[in-house]
């Protein structure tokens, strides 16, 4: 029932920015965020933002990333700004609802050049 559809994934040269988007549906949402996985690494937190604006951020994009969310249309942004080849990886959409637990988005491919 939850269904998370992300956009705004590509290619983009070092320094640049690039805009991703999820809409969420079959649900309301505490948290919303962004996590991303590398190749050979770990699945690690970018970024989350509750209903009420709360967020958080992981040290490493502090100062160059920003999350926001569209709570009448469940829709969560990741603004990425000053981008580094280390910002590579795929980035994936995570959602919690209290009826529902946890979900994930089927991913998008962000690779920043050097």
């Known amino acids: 029932q939850v269904h998370l559809v992300e956009s705004g994934g590509g290619l983009v040269q070092a320094g640049g920015s690039l805009r991703l988007s999820c809409a969420a549906s079959?649900?309301?949402?505490?948290?919303l965020g962004w996590y991303r996985q590398a190749p050979g690494k770990q699945r690690e937190l970018v970024a989350t933002?509750?209903?009420?604006?709360?967020?958080n951020f992981a040290d490493s994009v502090k100062g160059r990333f920003a999350i926001s969310r569209d709570n009448a249309k469940n829709t969560v942004f990741l603004q990425m700004n000053s981008l580094k080849p280390e910002d590579t990886a795929v980035y994936y959409c995570y959602s919690v609802s209290p009826v529902y637990g946890s979900y994930w988005g089927q991913g998008t491919q962000v690779t920043v050049s050097s």
């Open positions: 079959g649900g309301i949402f505490s948290t």
């Open positions: 933002i509750t209903r009420g604006g709360s967020t």
